[in-house]
T-cell receptor
Framework: GAVVSQHPSWVICKSGTSVKIECRSLDFQATTMFWYRQFPKQSLMLMATSNEGSKATYEQGVEKDKFLINHASLTLSTLTVTSAHPEDSSFYIC???????????????FGPGTRLLVL | GQQLNQSPQSMFIQEGEDVSMNCTSSSIFNTWLWYKQDPGEGPVLLIALYKAGELTSNGRLTAQFGITRKDSFLNISASIPSDVGIYFCAGQLSAGNQFYFGTGTSLTVIP
């Protein structure tokens, strides 16, 4: 299957600092990437849809000024948690949509996740 | 958003037993995906289904796209300890739309 990488895999930061997480599709181009947040023993919560070359679409209740998303190329999307606070501590996972050839089915591949701990 | 009901929520089984879990929706989907997530890692795609009635296998795993297009099933035969994890279903209404995720099934295999 296709490979999606995420960096860093974990980060510890002080309250008030900003943290940037990168998501890359390594062997396919992804015009659309997704950012999820996951709390322990819970399902994935979609935060936003990242579209290459345009503004991200945020889910209801997700602050766009808090979670900045940039999708500047077909293989890279970044999520920046601005002025992080302890309540932002979580497991953040990105995924990339592999649309394949025109008319072929779509599949979604996940990165390995980034664990954020804000002290 | 769409809600996918996944059951059971958790399972505790003996090694060697077969496992069945399912996912249902009130909407018709055109794609069903099944993932497995190990602790501290991202979900890994197991099986993708694109046609109603489709039955697809991946080793000991078999998944089916329900005829009504509102449900999907995942079976694991002869479970082994490394099958432990959380299994998620995901459905897509139509091409280009987001995938909606089920609530997950936590599987524990007792050696």
């Amino acid at each position: 299957g296709a490979v999606v990488s995420q960096h860093p895999s974990w980060v510890i930061c002080k309250s008030g600092t900003s943290v940037k997480i990168e998501c890359r599709s390594l062997d396919f181009q992804a015009t659309t990437m997704f950012w999820y947040r996951q709390f322990p023993k819970q399902s994935l919560m979609l935060m936003a849809t990242s579209n290459e070359g345009s503004k991200a679409t945020y889910e209801q209740g997700v602050e766009k000024d808090k979670f900045l998303i940039n999708h500047a190329s077909l293989t890279l999307s970044t999520l920046t948690v601005t002025s992080a606070h302890p309540e932002d501590s979580s497991f953040y996972i990105c995924s990339a949509r592999d649309s394949g050839l025109a008319g072929s089915p779509e599949t979604q591949y996940f990165g390995p996740g980034t664990r954020l701990l804000v002290l | 958003g769409q809600q996918l009901n996944q059951s059971p929520q958790s399972m505790f089984i003996q090694e060697g037993e077969d496992v069945s879990m399912n996912c249902t929706s009130s909407s018709i989907f055109n794609t069903w995906l099944w993932y497995k997530q190990d602790p501290g890692e991202g979900p890994v795609l197991l099986i993708a289904l694109y046609k109603a009635g489709e039955l697809t296998s991946n080793g000991r795993l078999t998944a089916q796209f329900g005829i009504t297009r509102k449900d999907s099933f995942l079976n694991i035969s002869a479970s082994i300890p490394s099958d432990v994890g959380i299994y998620f279903c995901a459905g897509q209404l139509s091409a280009g739309n987001q995938f909606y995720f089920g609530t997950g099934t936590s599987l524990t295999v007792i050696p």
